[in-house]
């Protein structure tokens, strides 16, 4: 089992930054991919940035150049780094992480962004 704590979120106004963090715990050495999805309200959730133990990263078109996923393995902590925050930022973010065969979720953080 692996547990997923997220934390950092909150409001900021258009323009402003957020970073949020994901700390993991439990048997973290099987996890093989760390990332952050967000769900709007009324909207499917989708993917923002993954990251695999290979060190692959993967970026939302909506978010390239603007968002920066990162790590620190030692602390097996993840961390979105969002810059240039619009309205339609605006989401429950959760923290992912995958084995091969079971995907764990973090409880969500509310980013809300203001115009």
């Known amino acids: 089992q692996v547990q997923l704590v997220e934390s950092g979120g909150g409001l900021v106004q258009a323009g402003g930054s957020l970073t949020l963090s994901c700390a993991a715990s439990g048997n973290v050495f099987a996890l093989n991919t760390r990332g952050w999805y967000r769900q709007a309200p009324g909207k499917q959730r989708e993917k923002v940035a993954t990251?695999?133990?290979?060190?692959?990263?993967n970026y939302a078109d909506s978010v390239k150049g603007l968002f920066t996923i990162s790590g620190d393995f030692a602390k097996h902590t993840i961390y979105l780094q969002m810059n240039n925050l619009k309205p339609e930022d605006t989401a429950v973010y959760y923290c992912n992480a995958e084995t091969y065969f079971t995907t764990y979720w973090g409880q969500g953080t509310q980013v809300t962004v203001s115009s």
């Open positions: 990251m695999s133990d290979s060190g692959r990263i």
